[in-house]
């Protein structure tokens, strides 16, 4: 078994896509927008929504892991790294899912699936800090974003140090 399924492969890479942009939209565009601007309704619109699919599909993606075969896991030469890996690659499935999760804490807590998404009119509270899954969802984001460093970092470092073509098991082909 050389790939991961052609299934994984995708979900991979798209969830990378939409995780990245969830990060990177959410810190920087969606948090920075006060609750009072017109156009905050639709960034959390877009960001609700993406923050569900990407939920969904982390889920799928673990569901379809479980039940598909794989690779063995890469060998770095130390027991210790290769530990570090597993454990990683676990982190990374449940550090998505926890930001998905605390993001509907939030929106639940501060009624926003009536505002945003079926029209009520309600005004959204003068800002979500007194929500205590907020305050869950930005430090995952944070820690979520080092992982995700460290993740890039571990790949690039099998790609073209340890030159193991870590990335044709990320992708299509002969299995
Ligand atoms: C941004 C969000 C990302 C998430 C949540 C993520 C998650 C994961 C997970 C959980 C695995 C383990 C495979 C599995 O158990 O299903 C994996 C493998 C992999 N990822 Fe990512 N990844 C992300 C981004 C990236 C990026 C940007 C790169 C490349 C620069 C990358 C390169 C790889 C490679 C090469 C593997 C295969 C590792 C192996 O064969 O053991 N990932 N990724
Ligand atoms: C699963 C992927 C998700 C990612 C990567 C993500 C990322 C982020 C980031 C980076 C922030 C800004 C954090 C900060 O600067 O402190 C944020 C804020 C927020 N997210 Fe998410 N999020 C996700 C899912 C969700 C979901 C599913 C919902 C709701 C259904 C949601 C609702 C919110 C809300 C209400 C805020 C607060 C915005 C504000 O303070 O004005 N997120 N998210």
Known sequence: MKRYHPVLVTLHWLLAALVLGGLVMGGQVLAKTPNTDPAKLFSLKMHMSIGIVILVLMLLRLVIRFATQKPPHADIGNDLLNKGGVGAHYMLY??????????????????????????????????????????????????????????????????????????????????
């Open 94 to 175: 449940a550090m998505v899912i926890a930001m998905g999760a605390s993001g509907l804490a939030i929106a639940n807590i501060a009624g926003l699936p009536a505002i945003v998404f079926f029209g009520s009119g309600e005004a959204l509270p003068a800002d979500f800090n007194d929500i205590a899954p907020r305050a869950a969802h930005g430090i995952l984001a944070l820690v979520l974003k080092l992982v995700i460093a460290a993740h890039v970092l571990a790949a690039l470092y099998h790609q073209y140090v340890r030159k193991d073509s870590l990335f044709s098991r990320m992708w299509y082909g002969e299995r």
